[in-house]
């Protein structure tokens, strides 16, 4: 069964840096990876999506590298500001049957400004 | 733009009553899911349907039943209410073939 880890669970920040946030998964036969945001009480937001064959997305002042063998993914901010404050999940569907997705529980990031 | 709304944002239910969280997503997206998400616990697959003919429990199932009617639809359905099941409940569509997932914005449910 896959298994999905984010490291760390919570960072905070200064305004302006640069950050990476990590997600690691058990396996590697993936189909892509997403990740999220989500603020408080709301629902999530889709950031960026990688598919299997690629290894990076860009979105803005967001990149999202992903290298399957290694079973780990990074999602780089970078010139952080107190609007990126909230939790950020990643995502991964399960190699087969159906394929349900299985989410880390996510890093909550607060940029202070 | 991909929508998918949820029928209520905060609800109170007393405990025994049968509730429904509706859910509808406009993009014609195949695959549906229903999520519990708790502090510490992360999000937690309740149902899933993959097109209107077929649908599939997740990890969490039990106490709970789905509907899906038409292909935009997915009602998640609390039998028989109760405390433990205070939470905030997420559906979300998938675009396929990209597998993109896409979330409503949330019903946070309180039982007393």
């Known amino acids: 069964k896959q298994e999905v880890t984010q490291i760390p669970a919570a960072l905070s920040v200064p305004e302006g840096e640069n950050l990476v946030l990590n997600c690691s998964f058990t396996?590697?036969?993936?189909?892509?990876l997403q990740w999220f945001r989500q603020d408080p009480g709301k629902g999530l937001t889709s950031l960026l999506l990688?598919?299997?064959?690629?290894r990076e997305q860009t979105s803005g002042r967001l990149n999202a590298s992903l290298d399957k063998s290694s079973g780990r993914s990074t999602l780089y901010i970078a010139a952080s500001q107190p609007g990126d404050s909230a939790t950020y999940l990643c995502a991964v569907p399960d190699s087969g049957g159906y394929q349900k997705v299985t989410f880390g529980i996510g890093t909550k990031l607060q940029v202070i400004p | 733009d991909v929508k998918v709304t949820q029928s209520s944002r905060y609800l109170v239910k007393r405990t025994g009553e049968k509730v429904f969280l509706e859910c509808v997503q406009d993009m014609d997206h195949e695959n549906m899911f229903w999520y519990r998400q708790d502090p510490g616990l992360g999000l937690r697959l309740i149902y899933f349907s993959y097109d209107v003919k077929m649908k599939e429990k997740g990890d969490i199932p039990e106490g709970y039943s789905v509907s899906r009617e038409k292909k935009e639809r997915f009602s998640l359905i609390l039998e028989s209410a109760s405390t433990n099941q205070t939470s905030m409940y997420l559906c979300?569509?998938?675009?396929?073939?990209?597998?993109?997932?896409?979330f409503g914005p949330g019903t946070r449910l309180t039982v007393t």
């Open positions: 979300a569509s998938r675009d396929l073939p990209t597998y993109e997932q896409y």
């Open positions: 396996d590697s036969a993936i189909y892509n």
């Open positions: 990688i598919q299997s064959s690629q």
